[in-house]
T-cell receptor, first 112, second 116 residues
């Protein structure tokens, strides 16, 4: 059983389209992070959200933490080919202080 | 300074061989994490060090997996008697302070292990 479920698993869209990726859990987290990973590289942190209902924007990317701190979403406006990659949500285990769980991942391909 | 460095980048092993994967964290970083990542999936936690102390090894899949960080800097993940199911990318990450939820983890590019 995955602690963090992401949807969709795969997404292929045309340049200029908008998209939303979801990260859901039945657990409550004190914070949640989003990463992007490109082929052959390690994940790179995009944002950390901490407060329930929090919205953070990073250029064309908008991140939201659910009010109950169990879920999060990532919205990309006017996607570009450079946005292509594996998007991962991640959070510290609610039961231990050290285990860091990653979501199942969303593989995004933006077609020029 | 340099980022997290992992070596080798690629490793091919015959089933039953032992392998050792190296991680050089960012200098001065206290925390070090190892993850296993299957193709197209999110990384899965293996183990965590704070300085030289291995505080959590609950993610290691079997007793064939062993990790150490003897001087609190470089870490080695060793896999004994490799099996085909061990084929994956092994990622190392370091963090400047203890494993608090908001800490940023800096990842290496990983070692891709293929067991034939």
């Amino acid at each position: 059983t995955q602690l963090l479920e992401q949807s969709p698993q795969f997404l292929s869209i045309q340049e200029g389209e908008n998209l939303t990726v979801y990260c859901n859990s039945s657990s409550v987290f004190s914070s949640l992070q989003w990463y992007r990973q490109e082929p052959g590289e390690g994940p790179v942190l995009l944002v950390t959200v901490v407060t329930g209902g929090e919205v953070k924007k990073l250029k064309r990317l908008t991140f939201q933490f659910g009010d109950a701190r169990k879920d999060s979403s990532l919205h990309i406006t006017a996607a570009q080919p450079g946005d292509t990659g594996l998007y991962l949500c991640a959070a510290m285990s609610p039961n231990t202080g050290n285990q860091f769980y990653f979501g199942t991942g969303t593989s995004l391909t933006v077609i020029p | 300074g340099a980022g997290v460095s992992q070596s080798p980048r690629y490793k091919v092993a015959k089933r039953g061989q032992d392998v050792a994967l190296r991680c050089d964290p960012i200098s001065g970083h206290v925390s070090l994490f190892w993850y296993q990542q299957a193709l197209g999936q999110g990384p899965e936690f293996l183990t965590y060090f704070q300085n030289e102390a291995q505080l959590d090894k609950s993610g290691l899949p079997s007793d064939r997996f062993f990790a150490e960080r003897p001087e609190g800097s470089v870490s080695t993940l060793k896999i004994q008697r490799t099996q085909q199911e061990d084929s994956a990318v092994y990622l190392c990450a370091s963090s400047p302070t203890g494993g608090a939820p908001k800490n940023i983890q800096y990842f290496g590019a990983g070692t891709r292990l293929s067991v034939l």
